[in-house]
C-alpha cells in the first residue's frame, strides 16, 4: 500500500492536471479529506511540489489555510523554462537537487535523455571528486548552469 504522502501528491498532481495547471486548495479540506493533520499536507507541498520539480506555490494563511499551486509552462522548447531554473538556482547546489533538476528537463522533454546522462555525469560528487567538498555545491552550480545555457543555443 502506498504511503499516505504518496497519495496526496497524487491526488494534487491529478487535480492539476484536470485544470488548466493550476489549483486552490484548503489545508484543512484536503487534511480532512485524507485523515490527516494539516501539516501533514504541508510536508507534502514542501518536498514535492518545488521549484526545482516545476512548480510555483503560493501559501495564504487565515481562512484555513488556502494554497495555490501552479505548475510552471513549460514554452518555446523549454526555453523558458531554462531560463527561469538557470537564474533561480542560486550559486550552490547539491548533488540531489543536480540530479532532480535534470530528471524533470528529460521527464518533460526539456532535454534529451542522452543531454540527461551527460549532464548528470558532469555534476556528480564522482567527477567532482578533486574539488574540496565545501566548493563542491559552487563547482556543481557553475557547471550545471554553463551546460544548460550551452543547449539554450
Given at each position: 500500500?502506498a504511503?499516505?504522502?504518496?497519495?496526496?501528491?497524487?491526488?494534487?498532481?491529478?487535480?492539476?492536471?484536470?485544470?488548466?495547471?493550476?489549483?486552490?486548495?484548503?489545508?484543512?479540506?484536503?487534511?480532512?479529506?485524507?485523515?490527516?493533520?494539516?501539516?501533514?499536507?504541508?510536508?507534502?507541498i514542501?518536498?514535492?511540489?518545488t521549484?526545482?520539480?516545476g512548480?510555483?506555490?503560493?501559501?495564504?494563511?487565515?481562512?484555513?489555510?488556502?494554497?495555490?499551486?501552479?505548475?510552471?509552462?513549460?514554452?518555446?522548447?523549454?526555453?523558458?523554462?531554462?531560463?527561469?531554473?538557470?537564474?533561480?538556482?542560486?550559486?550552490n547546489?547539491?548533488q540531489?537537487?543536480?540530479?532532480?533538476?535534470?530528471?524533470n528537463?528529460?521527464?518533460?522533454?526539456?532535454?534529451?535523455?542522452?543531454?540527461?546522462?551527460l549532464?548528470?555525469?558532469?555534476?556528480?560528487?564522482?567527477?567532482?571528486?578533486?574539488?574540496?567538498?565545501?566548493?563542491?555545491?559552487?563547482?556543481?552550480?557553475?557547471?550545471?548552469?554553463?551546460?544548460?545555457?550551452?543547449?539554450?543555443?
Open positions: 500500500m504511503k499516505l504522502s504518496d497519495l496526496i501528491e497524487s491526488f494534487i498532481k491529478q487535480l492539476i492536471s484536470d485544470t488548466d495547471g493550476t489549483i486552490e486548495i484548503q489545508r484543512n479540506e484536503l487534511a480532512n479529506q485524507f485523515n490527516c493533520v494539516p501539516s501533514q499536507i504541508n510536508y507534502v514542501d518536498t514535492r511540489f521549484t526545482e520539480r512548480y510555483y506555490v503560493e501559501s495564504r494563511r487565515g481562512g484555513g489555510g488556502h494554497i495555490s499551486i501552479r505548475r510552471v509552462s513549460i514554452e518555446h522548447k523549454g526555453k523558458n523554462y531554462l531560463m527561469h531554473i538557470i537564474n533561480s538556482m542560486g550559486d547546489i547539491s540531489q537537487s543536480a540530479l532532480v533538476f535534470i530528471n528537463f528529460v521527464d518533460y522533454s526539456v532535454i534529451s535523455e542522452r543531454d540527461g546522462l549532464l548528470k555525469a558532469a555534476t556528480s560528487d564522482k567527477a567532482l571528486s578533486l574539488v574540496p567538498v565545501e566548493h563542491r555545491g559552487n563547482i556543481r552550480a557553475s557547471i550545471l548552469k554553463n551546460m544548460l545555457v550551452s543547449l539554450l543555443v
